[in-house]
């Protein structure tokens, strides 16, 4: 079974400029995390979806920030217009709501530099 | 709400010596709680969880935690370390009751380092 896929894995990028960040949950999962790592702030849950549908978007840090769900295999984060402070590795999971409880799988996560 | 503390952002023991990691919890609703653990350059897998039956939890790679509601504490720990456990292990705990979302508030993460 292939694991959560998340690209790219390496953005570098100028401020200003719009960042997409891709994600590929595990087939049959139908929860959907972003969450952002970075040396000062640890992670940080941005979003989570249930089939499909944000149910919680909290901890998106500001308009400059959103995630779309299309549908059950794919989910984008978008940053528009990017700033050095957005600089992390974002990383997607994905698990089986009502499943094993709290088992979530991450991708290798998408390291993002704004210069 | 619920939130986890890691005490020690770095611990470092010998290749053979016990491995401790400490990490205390609140919630106001009995628990769900988590270890992971994160290998360089890739994203978090699971070790092992408490969800409210044994106290004592096995995982992956010789590792187990004891959840202690007296003290509020969720340690991690194997008896002897190795190497390949160098790593960053954080501890989480799931929000609501029961673990009724899978939403995970993790803490600040402990980087374990094993000297030869």
């Known amino acids: 079974d292939a694991g959560v896929i998340q690209s790219p894995r390496h953005e570098v990028t100028e401020m200003g400029q719009e960042v997409t960040l891709r994600c590929k949950p595990i087939?049959?999962?139908?929860?959907l995390f972003w969450y952002r790592q970075t040396m000062m702030r640890g992670l940080e849950l941005l979003i989570y979806?249930?089939?499909?549908?944000?149910?919680?978007d909290s901890g998106m840090p500001e308009d400059r920030f959103s995630a779309k769900m299309p549908n059950a295999s794919f989910s984008t984060l978008k940053i528009q217009p990017s700033e050095p402070r957005d600089s992390a590795v974002y990383f997607c999971?994905?698990?089986?709501?009502?499943?094993?409880?709290?088992?979530?799988?991450f991708g290798e996560g998408s390291r993002l530099t704004v210069l | 709400a619920q939130s986890v503390t890691q005490l020690g952002s770095h611990v470092s023991v010998s290749e053979g010596a016990l491995v401790l990691l400490r990490c205390n919890y609140s919630s106001s609703v009995p628990p769900y709680l988590f270890w992971y653990v994160q290998y360089p350059n890739q994203g978090l897998q699971l070790l092992l969880k408490?969800?409210?039956?044994?106290?004592l939890v096995k995982g992956i790679n010789g590792f187990e935690a004891e959840f202690k509601k007296s003290e509020t504490s969720f340690h991690l720990t194997k008896p002897s370390a190795h190497m390949s456990d160098a790593a960053e292990y954080f501890c989480?705990?799931?929000?609501?009751?029961?673990?009724?979302?899978?939403?995970?508030?993790f803490g600040s993460g402990t980087l374990l380092a094993v000297q030869p």
């Open positions: 999971a994905s698990s089986r709501a009502g499943g094993a409880a709290g088992e979530l799988f």
């Open positions: 408490y969800t409210s039956a044994a106290t």
């Open positions: 989480a705990v799931s929000e609501g009751y029961g673990g009724a979302t899978n939403k995970l508030i």
């Open positions: 087939s049959g999962h139908n929860s």
């Open positions: 979806f249930n089939n499909n549908v944000p149910i919680d």
